[in-house]
């Protein structure tokens, strides 16, 4: 089996599936008015689907690979699918906040002065607060961010995923 080749194929069918139900599941957020500020479970669903769809990326390429599994092949298949999710996730927000909901940044800002006024920040301070995350609101970093945060949540879960997974032929003799 050509394991580069036949890697690339689990890697792009359940990175573009879980970038697909991230997205699908953002659009029920917003359209069911749940996505400002999102419940706690939404957080707990969306680490779920992350989980999900690298542990299966990673358990079809075992069984397509004859039941063997290295350790670097697990974690190649769930970065892989992790950052490509990614690039899905961070072109849907970027649509998102661009066009559908242009005034969804300044309405994040908003809840979070909020916050910052009820723990007893003065208003020069909530004001040094929104200049500073100002910075950091430019879709390129926002972009850079979210993939770097893919890529590493992905390379956790898939880590440990390929730890327990891996099986080599010499394991079975």
Known sequence: MDNQAESKS???NNGAMLGGASILFSLVL????NHLPPHWS???ISIALFIVFIVLGTKQFKAANG???????????GVGVAVLAGLFVVIYQYV?????EPEYMAQLTEIQNKAFFDQGMTQEQIEAANEMTKTFQSPGIMAAVGIISYA???FIVSAITA???KKSEEETY
């Open 96 to 100: 998102f906040s661009a066009f559908i």
């Open 30 to 33: 917003y359209a069911t008015g």
């Open 67 to 77: 039941g063997f599994l290295s350790w670097g092949q697990g974690v190649k298949i």
């Open 42 to 44: 939404a957080s707990v």
């Open 152 to 154: 590493i949540g992905g």
């Open 163 to 165: 730890a327990i997974m």
């Open 10 to 12: 689990f890697i792009v």
